[in-house]
């Protein structure tokens, strides 16, 4: 294949996957530099783009190219233009420590630690327990657990702990790995017969960061194997911390003894931020990245973004690539306009619109899922119940909420009120969920 194909071809790929809008916004100005050494070097406008594409869609552009090559290349960001001395050492400090430890097979986010997480009575708890583990990986709150919504802070205090360790001595063997990608080595290395791989890997850790384990709910070969994987680094008195969306009680579909395993430790939750937290968090990200905002600009966002962290961080991304490309300062104005996607106003109805985004973001599926046609099991239910909650929360009809949910009729909308009202009534957990994202809709 010609070097001059590869980037046109893997920006289709990337176009497919995340829709014409935000494929126009923040992939379509990256270009290509090179590809040598088994790293593709791409040029961004401003360091925003980068922080925008790692935060929200961390593989996707490694993946379209190893799609168009048939290679697993590494990725590098380059800024185009000037860029703040201070930001371009910060940058250069994070990439030599995240390829050192990349050489000793540790792959952990540097931005990621205890000095970037802004703390409040929201998360007090499961930070200092994040940190005391981190003090005394093994000893102390083994394993631990911290669980909350989407977007509050998990992944990020979760690592914040290996990195602290890390830090503390390089010779430790951390690893941190989402529960799906646990669940996807589990199930190759039993089609390849390669179970005592995947043992010597997990059972020779000296700590294990396990993201979002939900997900292996209903996986009852992941659920063996895990369990007893922690059963072995547990008896070592191996550090376990795993983050989840909801505590290890409401995991019906774990097995009982793996529940038990979870809940031996510490359980500590994140709750949404209060106003003060997010107006910290807020100032703080924006003197990470230069960017200078108003009073005005802070309490506007802080008091419109409802519960969700990364929301927050997803609107000063926004408004530091606007406001880098034009030269422009970030004023009230400017964010009341760029942000309209982010931001419910107060006096706006609420949409089908948005009951769908917010029902996808919770599912971790995208909004275009809901709209499509498929009937798979996966995307069926959180449509069945974006319907149900648009007919209860908002004035449009059956016929509207059908035409916007994957084209159904309003009989397909009446069937999915009735099963979600069904289900709620039999299923505790269930119905807990339904009232969760209720609850994010009319906060």
């Known amino acids: ?57 961390p593989t996707l552009v490694t993946d379209a190219l190893e799609r168009v090559t048939s290679t697993r290349l590494g990725v590098r960001y380059r800024v185009s233009g000037n860029e703040d001395a201070a930001l371009k050492r910060a940058d250069a400090r994070m990439r030599s420590r995240k390829s050192k430890l990349a050489r000793k097979g540790i792959y952990l986010n540097p931005r990621y630690t205890f000095e970037s ?5 929201s998360n007090q708890f499961a930070h200092a327990a994040a940190m005391a583990v981190s003090e005394t990986p093994g000893r102390v709150y083994n394993p631990l657990f911290i669980y909350g919504g989407v977007g509050l802070g998990k992944t990020h205090l979760i690592t914040a702990v290996g ?62 194997e895990l ?15 795993l983050s989840s969306d909801r505590p290890p009680k409401e995991m019906k579909q774990m097995t009982d003894r793996l529940r038990s395993r979870f809940g031996m430790g ?36 802080a008091s419109r973004v409802k519960s969700n ?43 089908v619109e948005g009951i769908a985004r917010t029902v996808a973001e919770y599912f971790g599926l995208k909004v275009a899922d809901l709209k499509a046609k498929k009937r798979t099991k996966d995307i069926a239910l959180p449509r069945q119940i974006a319907m149900h909650l648009a007919r209860e929360l908002t ?36 119905s807990r969920m339904v009232q969760t994202l209720r609850n994010k809709l009319q906060p």
Not at 227 to 241: D, G, M, P, R, S
Not at 267 to 296: F, H, N, S, W, Y
């Open 227 to 241: 369990f007893h994987t922690l059963n072995v680094l547990y008896e070592k008195q191996k550090q376990i911390v």
């Open 117 to 121: 997480f802004v703390t409040g009575p």
């Open 309 to 351: 962290v990364r929301d927050i961080e997803g609107c000063l991304i926004r408004l530091g690539a606007h406001s880098s490309l034009t030269g422009q300062p970030v004023t009230l104005a400017m964010a009341k306009t760029l942000l309209r996607d982010f931001i419910q106003e107060d006096d706006r109805p609420l949409s």
């Open 1 to 57: 294949m010609h070097s001059d194909d590869i980037w046109p071809r893997s920006l289709d790929l990337i176009r497919q996957e995340v829709g014409e809008n935000i494929f126009d916004l923040w992939f379509s100005p990256i270009r290509l530099l090179q590809i040598k050494e088994g790293t593709a070097v791409l040029e961004v406008p401003n360091r925003f783009f980068k922080e925008w594409i790692e935060d929200y869609h």
């Open 395 to 430: 004035e449009c009809s059956l016929s509207e909420i059908g035409k916007h949910l994957g084209g159904k009729d309003h009989a397909t909308v009446i069937y999915a009120c009735k099963q979600v009202e069904a289900r709620s009534a039999r299923d505790e957990n269930f």
């Open 163 to 224: 990195n602290r360790v890390v830090d503390r001595s390089q010779e430790v063997n951390v690893l941190y790995v989402s529960a799906e990608q646990f669940t996807n080595e589990v199930v190759s290395s039993f089609r390849h017969g390669k179970t005592e791989e995947l043992k010597s890997k997990y059972r020779n850790l000296d700590m294990i960061l396990l993201d979002d384990v939900q997900f292996v709910e209903n996986k009852a070969a992941t659920q063996e």
């Open 266 to 301: 510490l359980i500590a939750d994140i709750q949404p931020p209060e106003v003060e937290t997010k107006m910290a968090i807020i100032q703080k990200k924006a003197e990470q990245d230069r960017l200078a905002l108003g009073e005005d600009v802070v309490s506007y966002i």
